[in-house]
């Protein structure tokens, strides 16, 4: 790990403006990704603004019926949430099928939405990547890709979102609060949020240097059946192959988005329109422009079973 400095900072203004007068500096919370990073030199920040203090780790019911979630609420505490577990059930599902009990009890909302891939090869410094590190080539494409995106991919990259929670909050249509050194506050949608790898795959969301997350807004509750399935090589702490996150109604529609299959957190609106089909029709529209590998086609008809099971649940 290289050397670093240090600061608490006292408020959202400070934490951003130290963010601004240093462009190597990293906001620190939970730390259940970036300092694994650190200790790879994945992730080499020379000053990192510890973000624990400014007190946003409350759940909030907002006027228009949501919740508002702040950015330093702990993943155990917002899965055992009574509101979130009554109302976007979707989600508590999600967040405990994510990691370990003793990691859910440190990562945090925004930790968790900003999370980057585990890609072996991103981890692996001895390989070249694009994404931590811009033109250097892509070791997936052409390697071992069993674990890796089959849809929105690029020629720069392959890899895979691996958070669950984010596949909930997509479903939900969660809108993600922002706030830059200047003070200037962004709404935004979380299907905005995450970005495809396009020819620029370091970066994974839109945020800009410096800009901080300071909660997720879900909005009313949509009721109907909330499902999390997740598929995956063993039972507990494992990233997806393929996950499944829905909401479906009695009369058939619904929601759903995916998981492990591309660059961010998989959702389709048309696919949604399908559901009352079957889960056929809407996989045909969610992987409708699926480029998998000989390695991981698997998936494609995984994705299928995965919806089916959660549609065969849903009706009971």
Same mark, same amino acid.
């Given at each position: 790990m290289k050397a670093f400095t240090y600061e608490r900072a006292a408020s959202?203004?400070?934490?951003? +403006?130290? %963010?601004?007068? $240093?462009?190597? %500096?990293?906001?620190?919370? =939970? =730390? *259940?990704?970036?300092?694994?990073?650190?200790?790879?030199?994945?992730? *080499?920040?020379?000053?990192?603004?510890?973000? $624990? =203090?400014?007190?946003?780790? +409350?759940?909030? /019911?907002? /006027?228009? #019926? #949501? @919740? !508002?979630? #702040?950015?330093?609420? !702990?993943? *155990?505490?917002?899965?055992?949430?009574?509101?979130?577990?009554?109302?976007? #059930?979707?989600?508590?599902?999600?967040? @405990?099928?994510?990691?370990?009990?003793?990691? !859910? $009890?440190?990562?945090? *909302?925004? =930790? $968790?939405?900003?999370?980057?891939?585990?890609? /072996?090869?991103?981890?692996?410094?001895?390989? /070249?990547?694009? +994404?931590?590190?811009?033109?250097?080539?892509?070791?997936?494409?052409?390697?071992?890709t069993r674990q890796h995106a089959v849809v929105g991919t690029s020629e720069s990259c392959i890899a895979t979102h691996p958070s669950d929670m984010a596949i909930a909050m997509r479903t939900l249509d969660a809108v993600i609060e922002t706030v830059n050194a200047d003070g200037v506050r962004r709404s935004i949608p979380i299907a905005d949020f995450h970005r495809l790898p396009g020819d620029t795959p370091e970066r994974d969301t839109v945020l800009e240097k410096g800009e901080f997350v300071t909660a997720a807004m879900l909005p009313p509750p949509i009721g109907g059946k909330h499902i999390y399935r997740k598929v995956r090589d063993r039972a507990s702490y494992a990233f997806a192959l393929v996950s499944v996150g829905a909401v479906i109604q009695s009369d058939g529609t619904g929601r759903v988005a995916v998981g492990g299959i591309a660059h961010k957190p998989w959702r389709m609106e048309t696919a949604d329109a399908e559901l009352p089909k079957g889960a056929r029709a809407a996989s045909s529209v969610l992987l409708s422009d699926a480029r998998p590998t000989d390695q991981n086609r698997f998936k494609v008809a995984l994705v299928e079973r995965t919806l089916s099971a959660v549609i065969a649940e849903a009706k009971g």
């Open positions: 959202i203004e400070a934490a951003t +403006k130290a %963010a601004e007068a $240093n462009p190597e %500096a990293k906001f620190i919370a =939970g =730390g *259940t990704n970036i300092l694994d990073l650190m200790k790879l030199e994945i992730e *080499t920040p020379t000053h990192l603004i510890d973000v $624990n =203090g400014l007190g946003l780790d +409350k759940i909030e /019911p907002t /006027p228009e #019926g #949501g @919740v !508002r979630i #702040g950015a330093l609420v !702990r993943n *155990t505490d917002l899965a055992a949430d009574e509101r979130i577990r009554r109302d976007y #059930g979707l989600l508590s599902r999600a967040l @405990v099928a994510g990691a370990s009990g003793q990691l !859910r $009890n440190k990562a945090t *909302t925004a =930790g $968790n939405l900003l999370q980057r891939t585990r890609c /072996p090869y991103f981890y692996d410094t001895n390989q /070249p990547c694009n +994404k931590r590190q811009p033109g250097s080539g892509c070791s997936a494409i052409g390697g071992i």
